[in-house]
T-cell receptor, first 111, second 115 residues
Framework: QKEVEQNSGPLSVPEGAIASLNCTYS??????FFWYRQYSGKSPELIMF????GDKEDGRFTAQLNKASQYVSLLIRDSQPSDSATYLC???????????FGKGTKLSVKP | ETGVTQTPRHLVMGMTNKKSLKCEQH?????MYWYKQSAKKPLELMFV???????ENNSVPSRFSPECPNSSHLFLHLHTLQPEDSALYLC??????????????FGDGTRLSIL
């Protein structure tokens, strides 16, 4: 059974702090990893993707991948109330484009 | 505004009705997907089309019938649905399915309620 695990939260952080969102996956052969943000009542929006071990930075967002530990994370620096949303981790576990999604972590940034 | 448009945004139907969900993408992509999102569950992949050919049917009941007339349009035909089919149905597209590195872009979804 191919699975992606996320802590459902809610994760509450104060405005300006670093939010750390974590994800583990079951298939060691997975090649590509995606983070989506989903506001309540809206569709998932792609915010980051990462393919190689290490860190990838884009503005306030940093994705971190450790394939040996089967672990991917998303850091949000200088968190803003507008970052409050559910963050979905998605992993491609095969040669096709089919993504396996986690249940998502709900983030709440308090002013 | 996203490059993937879904209609209708909301749909209420009885168990004996027949309706269709429509998805159109304006991104020049060749792969399109249907997902189901229920409360407290991860997104569930239902169907995948690559260059108009169905490449994945994730054990979806036959009361859901997809149609992909071209790379830009995807339909989900619904008939004799059950109350547990009430959910948010999301359409997504990507460049193609081949190498697994292509990110998927989602539409705003259709919120379906079965009476």
């Amino acid at each position: 059974q191919k699975e992606v695990e996320q802590n459902s939260g809610p994760l509450s952080v104060p405005e300006g702090a670093i939010a750390s969102l974590n994800c583990t996956y079951s298939d060691r052969g997975s090649q590509s990893f995606f983070w989506y943000r989903q506001y309540s009542g809206k569709s998932p929006e792609l915010i980051m993707f990462i393919y190689s071990n290490g860190d990838k930075e884009d503005g306030r967002f940093t994705a971190q991948l450790n394939k040996a530990s089967q672990y991917v994370s998303l850091l949000i620096r200088d968190s803003q109330p507008s970052d409050s949303a559910t963050y979905l981790c998605a992993v491609n576990m095969g040669s096709q484009g089919n993504l396996i999604f986690g249940k998502g972590t709900k983030l709440s940034v308090k002013p | 505004e996203t490059g993937v448009t879904q209609t209708p945004r909301h749909l209420v139907m009885g168990m004996t009705n027949k309706k269709s969900l429509k998805c159109e993408q304006h991104l020049g992509h060749n792969a399109m997907y249907w997902y189901k999102q229920s409360a407290k569950k991860p997104l569930e992949l239902m169907f995948v089309y690559n260059f108009k050919e169905q490449t994945e049917n994730n054990s979806v009941p036959s009361r859901f019938s997809p149609e992909c007339p071209n790379s830009s349009h995807l339909f989900l035909h619904l008939h004799t649905l059950q109350p547990e089919d009430s959910a948010l149905y999301l359409c997504a597209s990507s460049q193609e399915t081949g190498d697994g590195y292509q990110p998927q872009h989602f539409g705003d979804g259709t919120r379906l309620s079965i009476l």
